[in-house]
């Protein structure tokens, strides 16, 4: 696929579309809004789930997904680490646009998700998102693709960014952006969940942990306004604006080709669960890989992924596989399947 390398042609095309789509309010709304404040970098947030200095990623498999996401946890040392009783939480799935799993995050996952940390006594739960600008509102898309009727009569609240204000942050070392300008929201909650699908993406090569946080990004600054050629790296240096303190992948369905609206579906059944975004992305691209994902993704280790490297040079996680220790639970009937996938996921994950 042609991947277009001008800004001009993104901010053309996307006025366009709001011209003809009527949708003038949202135009000036969304692309001319300036941040409220300058707030300093919160991206202090320290990974958790270790056991004897080593990243914990919990792989799970089943069909019951309330059990399969209870199993994760517990195989990280439980949700009690994250001190989250009488704190509130911010649950960031995947709410692209329309469309079902695994276009979006799968809305079983939101709402067994939301009784398990009432079970644990979370005061206040917010779900929230911003979809991609042609696909606007994102209340509308949450509905459309069947999140708002999962999620709708649990104790919540949906948070819709692009309802809300914006904050600006300076990225470090940034080579693409130096400041990031992101929803409010993220940082007024005690806890942020990250709930992204695993799957592939046309443009950005692939999109799970670290991509899922340019939803709480400002349309001024989507990857495709900043450096289009580039955007793996923007993805990687937006992500220095905020540190999720959990990442749940749904691996329930996932894209291995194509995305990320519509592409080849597999059903690998998972639930990948791990306080480090790129050992969730690690994890997640050797999912993909051991279904035999899309071939630019199989000619290239997947330590050296441009989300990847780009993310380890500024110290958003772990750098080797010998910083990884995966545990793993199947709770399906097919264990010897179940192995031969981990087999598949470590030799991926380790061939560097």
């Given amino acids: 696929m042609l991947i277009i390398k001008s800004r001009l042609f993104y901010k053309i095309g996307i006025s366009i579309f709001l011209f003809l789509k009527l949708r003038w ?59 989250i009783k009488g704190k509130s939480v911010l649950v960031k799935p995947n709410i692209v646009n329309r469309y079902p799993s695994p276009a979006n995050t799968n809305p079983l996952v939101i709402k067994n998700l939301i009784k398990i940390l009432h079970e644990y006594g979370v005061s206040k739960i917010f779900v929230g998102d911003m979809s991609a600008i042609f696909a606007l509102p994102t209340k509308k898309n949450a509905i459309k693709s069947g999140i708002w009727e999962a999620i709708s009569e649990e104790n919540m609240e949906f948070v819709p960014f692009e309802e809300y204000g914006w904050v600006e ?19 007024t909650v005690d806890r942020v969940i990250n709930v992204p699908v695993i799957k592939t993406h046309s443009y950005a090569h692939y999109t799970i942990s670290l991509k899922n946080f340019i939803g709480a990004i400002h349309p001024q600054q989507r990857p495709y306004f ?5 955007w793996d ?109 981990l087999q598949k996921i470590h030799h991926v994950l380790n061939n560097t």
């Fill in 233 to 341: 790296e923007v993805i990687a240096e937006l992500n220095v604006a905020y540190t999720p303190h959990l990442n749940i992948l749904d691996g329930t369905k996932i894209f291995i080709k194509g995305g990320p609206t519509r592409g080849t579906v597999a059903t690998p059944n998972l639930i990948v669960i791990t306080g480090d975004r790129i050992a969730a992305d690690i994890v997640g691209l050797s999912v993909i890989r051991s279904f035999g994902g899309w071939e630019r993704r199989a000619t290239m280790d997947v330590w050296q992924q441009r989300q990847i490297k780009r993310a380890i040079e500024l110290h958003l996680g772990v750098g080797s596989p010998s910083e990884l220790k995966i545990v793993s639970k199947c709770l399906g009937a097919d264990k010897s399947d179940f192995e031969k996938l």
């Fill in 169 to 187: 942050i300076d990225i470090p070392g940034g080579r693409f952006i130096k400041k990031a300008i992101v929803s409010e929201f993220i940082y």
């Fill in 25 to 83: 309010r949202d135009l000036f709304k969304l692309l001319l809004a300036k941040p409220k404040a300058k707030i300093p970098n919160h991206n202090h947030t320290q990974n958790i789930f270790k056991e004897e200095n080593k990243t914990l990623v919990s792989i799970v498999q089943g069909d019951d997904i309330y059990t399969m996401l209870r199993e994760g946890l517990e195989l990280l040392g439980g949700l009690e680490k994250l001190d």
């Fill in 226 to 230: 900043i450096a289009p050629e580039f």
